[in-house]
């Protein structure tokens, strides 16, 4: 895993935060609170991406090919 794939997750993390903040929660979504939310949601997507996908092409290459991007 590169520090590219991290910075993505990252930020994908912060970006759902930030809706889910301003749709669902009706909070600001300038503040520490979205970033907190958003790295652990980052931490999350970049655990899921280190272990469940290697696990699952491991244990069935079939189902590996189905995840998203197939990788």
Do not use: C, H, W
Not at 1 to 20: E, F, L, S, Y
Not at 31 to 52: E, F, I, K, P, W
């Amino acid at each position: 895993m590169d520090t590219q794939t991290i910075i993505d997750a990252v930020m994908r993390g912060v970006a759902i935060a930030a809706v889910n903040r301003a749709v669902f929660e009706r909070k600001a979504i300038f503040s520490m609170g979205t970033v907190n939310q958003g790295l652990r949601l980052g931490a999350a997507s970049a655990g899921y991406d280190l272990v469940v996908k290697p696990a699952i092409k491991t244990v069935s290459p079939q189902l590996g090919a189905m995840l998203p991007n197939g990788k």
